[in-house]
């Protein structure tokens, strides 16, 4: 029971954590940081906090590094790190927040579908895990797109908390107008922020090849944050070639970064890496939607957002679809358990039931040559 909880509450830690991510950045970004540089500042402090771990707990264990699996782990900094968030990051400019947190929750359905097909995921509709497992991911899909979509009436007004950064917040909620498209290409927008769940599905399933060929978790993701830091320090260099003040911090700016690489990057990537290998890639990305109503909350009592009955409706789906899909991933395992078992009892019973009639067979073979011997 324990060892399914802890994969759980690992899960569970992770979107707490980018919910404080997506909070705080949120406030550096209203403070005017770039969003490339603050990404790039992100990748180099996760490089440089999980580094030491690398080298001191896998330094005598760490396998040999081939070719092949240090292409497999470049390949995960564009998908997972560099190519999800920087398309992630244009199509949020070029589109609105709500179509873009709604859309990300495509990344259950596409990840389900991808596992599926590479043979990762195996459904069986007959069976009630099977089912359970099917409709808890489309609970979870339309839940994250209710809470998304649907506000409706005012259930929870602001909470009156003052400190300058949510009053900064819902000022600027204020004076923005919706009616007025600041966007620009809505049609951008919504497609890259499509291909950013795509490429981030596409991590979910090569990581755990990775993982079976490379079992040094520390330094994959140490190699992985190295090389997005590179890939995403390249990017901000050539968007802000001109501005050089683009890359200076102040002290909100510089807990960001911290934050961001530490807790968001460094510490994420390793967890959801341990949980691919044990649970598998569709387990990981279904917490995804949970990230919707933690962040709900904090936007409510951090930055002074209202909770309307949509929020209320849609986290009550979330979270049922959630425990739905665990139930029936929990029913599928003890499902290929037992059948498993099932197959190692009756290869054994068929090799026993060879021995007994080869044994028959040369008891007879001994009788029919002495009975011919006593004729002679």
């Not at 707990?57 to 560099?82: A, D, H, M, N, Y």
């Not at 259930?155 to 009156?160: A, F, M, R, T, Y």
């Not at 993701?221 to 190295?226: N, V």
Request: hydrophobic share 45%; net charge positive.
């Amino acid at each position: 029971m324990g060892k399914n909880l802890f994969p759980f509450f690992l899960m569970v830690l992770v979107q707490l954590g980018s919910a404080g991510t997506a909070i705080i950045s949120k406030i550096v970004m209203d403070d005017g940081m770039n969003p490339y540089v603050h990404l790039s500042y992100r990748q180099i402090i996760a490089t440089i906090s999980i580094a030491p771990f690398a080298y001191f707990f896998e330094r005598e264990t760490r396998p040999k590094l081939t070719p092949s699996t240090l292409f497999l782990i470049f390949l995960c900094s564009i998908f997972g790190v560099t190519g999800m968030q920087t398309t992630y990051l244009i199509g949020l400019k070029n589109s609105t927040a709500t179509i873009t947190t709604a859309l990300a929750n495509l990344v259950p359905a596409i990840t389900f579908l991808l596992a599926v097909l590479s043979g990762l995921e195996k459904v069986v509709l007959r069976s009630k895990g099977g089912q359970a497992k099917v409709m808890g991911t489309m609970l979870c899909i339309c839940g994250a797109m209710l809470l998304s979509l649907y506000h409706g009436k005012m259930l929870i007004g602001q909470l009156k908390i003052h400190w300058k950064y949510s009053q900064h917040h819902t000022s600027k909620n204020i004076i923005h107008d919706p009616n007025n498209n600041t966007h620009g290409n809505f049609f951008l927008g919504p497609f890259l922020v499509i291909i950013s769940c795509i490429v981030y599905s596409l991590w979910l399933i090569i990581q755990p090849r990775v993982n079976e060929r490379y079992a040094a978790p520390y330094t994959s993701t140490t190699l992985m944050c190295f090389m997005a830091s590179l890939e995403c320090t390249i990017i901000a260099l050539c968007v802000n070639n001109h501005d050089k003040n683009a890359w200076s911090l102040n002290p909100i700016r510089a807990i960001s970064v911290l934050y961001n690489g530490i807790i968001s990057s460094a510490l994420a990537f390793y967890l959801i890496t341990w949980c691919i290998k044990r649970k598998g890639p569709l387990y990981v990305s279904v917490f995804l939607p949970l990230l919707l109503v933690i962040s709900s909350f904090l936007s409510w009592a951090l930055l002074g957002e209202k909770l309307y009955i949509g929020t209320i409706v849609g986290s009550m789906l979330t979270v049922i679809g959630l425990y739905g899909f665990l139930w029936g991933k929990k029913k599928e395992m003890e499902r290929i358990k037992k059948e498993t078992e099932e197959k190692v009892f009756n290869t054994k019973k068929n090799q026993l039931t060879k021995i007994d009639l080869d044994l028959q067979l040369s008891e007879n073979s001994k009788h029919s040559f002495t009975n011919a011997q006593s004729k002679i």
